[in-house]
Each structure stands twice: as structure tokens, then as C-alpha cells.
């Protein structure tokens, strides 16, 4: 008798933990929890707001700037499919509030920053056997260069340096970024210091710009007067992409892990304090830039794909909350 009951009892709890397995196993059929999700919009914190969609395109726009008055935004254009790797990018113009978009330069053409009058840029070319930086106006276009010859192996991300009347931009030497100037008819070509992504102050000699700590990038700043960097960023994630607002008292930064499938805007004061997170969310947002206007810009994957990361960004805009 007491083995007939053990055996009852035996099989009760395996009939119990048989129920018990297969109704777990159904709920992780029928509601998997999906690791590489994607949000259809950029989600924002409480110092963030009026959050906008600007384009709305198939191919990858990134790498927005505003002109001085605010009106008008260039951005580079990047398709993947042209099997020319040298010819994916190009540039184009959008009047802001309008549906349009005007085509400025194509082939090779990537990185626009605008001069202060509003009615011409800089960018990178990348068509040559190595990329140069060149100049375009808008009333005219065409390409011409700045440097007719590259400074390294990869002259990018050029911009005017008001305080130097130069052009600051970063290019590749001995396999080792390096950010650089040159004169504005492309002589006295300066290294001063390794890094790579660089953005001007608007009246200041000092720059902000991105160097590798160890296993991370971090935001520096550079200040010309005294030859001084002072690194703003530091911790296990990457600081990278800076720019500085148009009255020099903020810097807008992307920061994400390495490795990771999210990057979001933060915003700090330019001294590297109080600093403020703007995106939330599954989304692998960067390249932000601040409008005269009061609006961060910034390319963002939201609503792509999941396996697709890197294709159809669009640029957005929002406004931050930058009240000390």
C-alpha cells in the first residue's frame, strides 16, 4: 500500500511540473520578448520637448547643419545600394517648415558645414584617390577644393573656425586620426592634436573634439590660447559627436555602450557639468548639431527595421530644456 501511494504521489508531482513546464513554455512562444526592437519614434525625457520628424526618406540621411539664419538645413544623403562605395554619398538642402528637398551635390560629396554668410559650405570629397576638402556655393555650386591635395588619408568633417579664420576638420596620418587646419586656400596645413570629429566654438580660439580613453571615445576640448585639452566626458560609455550651441554655453553629445543597439543626445554645460539626457528609448540616435532656432537636429533609426541599424535613418528635432 505505501508503494502504491509513493508512486501515486510521485506521479502527481511529475504531472504538476510536466503542467507547470508547458504552460511557461507557451507563454515564451506566444509572447517572446524581442532583444533588437526598435521604436517607431525617439523617445524623449522631461527635458526634452516638441519632438519632430524633419525627413522622411528610403535612404540614410544624416549629419544635419543649420545655416546661420535658421532657415535651411544641408545634410548628407547616404545610399547603399551604388556599389561604388565612393559614390553613396551626397548632399542636399531642405528649407525648413517646406516639403521639398533641393539636391546640391552628388557623387562623393558628404560632411557639409555651412560659412557664416549663410551661402556657402564646406565638406569632404570623397571621388579622388584620397578625400580632400573642398567648398561649393549655393547660388552657384560646383566643386571647388580647398586643398588640392589631401592632407592625409581621409580629410573629413571640415568646418569654418571663426577665431582662426581656418578651416578645422580631422584626417588620418600613420593610421592615427588627427585633427588639423588649414588656411582657407588650402596652405599651412597644422596637426594639433590626435582625435577626430571636431566642431568650433563660434567666437572662441578652442575647440570641442572626440579621442579614444583607453576602450572608449570621450569628448575633449582644446582651447588654442594655451595649447590646454581638458577632457569633459569619461565612464564606461562613449562620449562622441560634439557641437557647440551658437552662444558657446552648451555642448549636445550622442552617448551609447560599445557594442550596444542604442545611442541617445545628452546635453552639458560647456565646462562638462550638468548634464542633461534628451532621447530614450530603442533607438540608435547620433550626429546631433544645435539650430539658431533653439532646436537640436540629430539622425535617428526610429521605425527601421530591426536587422537594419544602420540604413533609412531620418533627421529629427527637439527642443531641450537648458535652464541651469
Known amino acids: 500500500m505505501r508503494t502504491i501511494k509513493w508512486l501515486l504521489s510521485s506521479l502527481g508531482i511529475l504531472a504538476f511540473a510536466f503542467l507547470l513546464w508547458a504552460s511557461t513554455s507557451t507563454k515564451r512562444v ?33 549629419q544635419p ?30 528649407t525648413l517648415g517646406t516639403a521639398g528637398v533641393s539636391p546640391l551635390l552628388s557623387e562623393g560629396c558628404t560632411t557639409p558645414s555651412w560659412f557664416p554668410d549663410g551661402k556657402g559650405f564646406l565638406f569632404a570629397y570623397t571621388k579622388p584617390g584620397k578625400p580632400v ?10 566643386i ?8 592625409g588619408t581621409n580629410d573629413s568633417e571640415p568646418f569654418f573656425f571663426a577665431a582662426q579664420n581656418k578651416v578645422l576638420f580631422f584626417t588620418n596620418i600613420g593610421g592615427t586620426n588627427h585633427v588639423a587646419t588649414v588656411e582657407n586656400n588650402g596652405l599651412n596645413f597644422t596637426i594639433l592634436t590626435e582625435g577626430f570629429s571636431p566642431s568650433p566654438h563660434p567666437k572662441k580660439n578652442l575647440f570641442v573634439f572626440t579621442k579614444k580613453v583607453g576602450d572608449t571615445h570621450q569628448l575633449f576640448q582644446y582651447d588654442l590660447s594655451n595649447s590646454q585639452q581638458t577632457q569633459l ?19 549636445v553629445f550622442q552617448r551609447y555602450k560599445t557594442n550596444g543597439t542604442e545611442s541617445h543626445i545628452f546635453v552639458m554645460n560647456a565646462e562638462g557639468g550638468n548634464v542633461k539626457q534628451l532621447t530614450t528609448g530603442s533607438t540608435w540616435n547620433w550626429c546631433p548639431t ?5 532646436y537640436i ?5 526610429a521605425g527601421n527595421a530591426p536587422d537594419k541599424r544602420y540604413d533609412n535613418y531620418d533627421i529629427w528635432r527637439v527642443k531641450p530644456n537648458l535652464a541651469e
Open 297 to 301: 537636429y540629430f539622425s535617428s533609426n
Open 233 to 251: 566626458t569619461s565612464g564606461d560609455f562613449n562620449g562622441d559627436s560634439g557641437a557647440i550651441s551658437p552662444d558657446g554655453k552648451w555642448i
Open 30 to 62: 506566444v509572447a517572446p520578448v524581442p532583444l533588437t526592437k526598435i521604436d517607431l519614434t525617439p523617445g524623449v525625457t522631461a527635458d526634452a520637448k516638441e519632438l519632430t520628424r524633419i525627413t522622411d526618406d528610403k535612404l540614410r540621411e544624416q
Open 290 to 294: 544645435f539650430g539658431p532656432d533653439g
Open 144 to 151: 571647388n577644393y580647398v586643398s588640392a591635395n589631401a592632407n
Open 133 to 142: 576638402i573642398a567648398k561649393s556655393r549655393i547660388e552657384q555650386m560646383g
Open 65 to 94: 547643419q543649420i545655416s546661420p539664419d535658421g532657415k535651411k538645413m544641408l545634410y548628407t544623403i547616404y545610399d547603399p545600394s551604388k556599389t561604388d562605395i565612393n559614390a553613396r554619398h551626397s548632399i542636399a538642402m531642405k
